[in-house]
């Protein structure tokens, strides 16, 4: 038996920090994912489509994220898909999967309650949360093996405590589960691709949802062969929105250069979110580089969040002769400013006013020109 595990498609995501057409593009392509998983379902002949959880990002979704969903769902035809309801999207009154239900074809299923089901000749242990917050094991329901066929549980929680006091939330105690006499468990929750045990697997986000997700971006192929085996497990790309971690550090000014070639060099920038760190020292030119580089930069990618705080300014002695001019009033401010002992402030201030000085020369100029 062939199984196509993944999850945590938070179909709806709002990006409140992305340009709001962009967050509209970038939503759109998690529903174009879900397509291309569809493509490698039926190019794999996989059996059964396990979606273990948070198939939406929030149960207030409207009709259009309801519709696009059923809309992309229908690309995988007869393949039988379970829609396992987690903490984002859990059976609950407003439940936007049981809202899902009249749009979508039979082969569709959405456990609206603890169930076995059987499927494709295996015995699936379905446990979707009732509740956002669940206070126990919801697989604990789960009975010891009676039977030589397969079994697998689909389910959407933690394997491990994360923080004081939350261990008892939505937390699955897998190993006391596989003494039950479980093959495979498809785990929804944690967005990145982690292997817990030989057995029990979270598949992760089709698509990230954060820069700091380990390995996001994926879906598994699990294969099993019969009751007691272990499962061979394949991990497949499918993500078409990329989110990076980028670090750069700067000892002279030409290194300006040496980022804008990286950045040049990303492929697909509006379909990729950048998180860029910048630490070291510019002159205030440099720095001016830098931001110009920066602003076109943001401009061209989906994204460009910029951590600066590591970053300082260090004027060139002629840089401060510009500043300072003849003896006076301004000498005196970069006196004071280059007192400041806020390495951060310091160079904020430095930079503002060499932007004036430069600004103040460039309009004398202009007002010689016409002379």
């Known amino acids: 038996m062939k199984l196509l595990h993944t999850a945590d498609w938070q179909l709806g995501l709002r990006l409140n920090f992305v340009d709001k057409e962009v967050a509209s593009r970038l939503r759109a392509q998690r529903y174009q994912s879900i397509r291309e998983i569809a493509r490698l379902a039926h190019g794999r002949a996989v059996d059964v489509v396990a979606v273990a959880g948070d198939v939406f990002d929030d149960n207030s979704v409207g009709p259009g994220a309801l519709q696009q969903a059923a809309d992309a769902l229908e690309a995988f035809g007869e393949i039988p898909v379970i829609l396992l309801p987690g903490n984002h ?124 997700e380990q390995d996001p971006g994926n879906v598994l192929i699990v294969e099993l062969s019969g009751a007691g085996a272990l499962p061979i497990v394949e991990k497949v790309p499918v993500a078409s929105v990329r989110w990076r971690r980028e670090t750069f550090e700067f000892q002279q000014d030409a290194d300006v250069d040496r980022l804008a070639q990286r950045l040049d060099a990303i492929d697909q920038k509006s379909s990729t979110l950048v998180r860029l760190e910048l630490g070291g020292s510019l002159s205030l030119e440099g720095r001016e580089r830098l931001d110009a580089l920066l602003e076109d930069a943001g401009q061209r990618l989906a994204y460009l969040r910029i951590r600066d705080a590591e970053l300082h300014v260090s004027p060139t002695e002629e840089e401060l002769a510009t500043l300072q001019g ?44 016409h002379r």
Request: glycine share 8%.
């Open 326 to 369: 003849e003896p006076g009033y301004l000498s005196r401010v970069v006196t004071g400013l280059q007192e400041i002992e806020d390495e951060t402030q310091r160079s904020d201030a430095l930079m503002l006013l060499y932007r004036y000085v430069q600004e103040s020369l460039a309009d004398q100029g202009r007002l010689d020109t």
């Open 89 to 212: 999207d859990a059976a609950t009154p407003d439940s936007a999967l049981e809202r899902l239900r009249p749009l979508v074809a039979d082969t569709v299923i959405i456990p609206l309650q603890p169930e076995s089901i059987e499927l494709a000749g295996a015995e699936w242990l379905l446990c979707p949360l009732t509740t956002r917050h669940h206070r126990g094991d919801p697989t604990d329901w789960i009975a010891e093996r009676d039977h030589d066929r397969l079994r697998i549980v689909v389910a959407h929680g933690g394997t491990q405590q994360f923080a004081a006091g939350v261990d008892d939330i939505n937390f699955i105690r897998y190993e006391a589960l596989l003494r039950k006499g479980i093959d495979y468990v498809a785990l929804g929750d944690w967005h990145g691709t982690l292997e817990q045990d030989p057995r029990v697997w979270y598949a992760g986000a089709h698509e990230a949802t954060r820069f700091r």
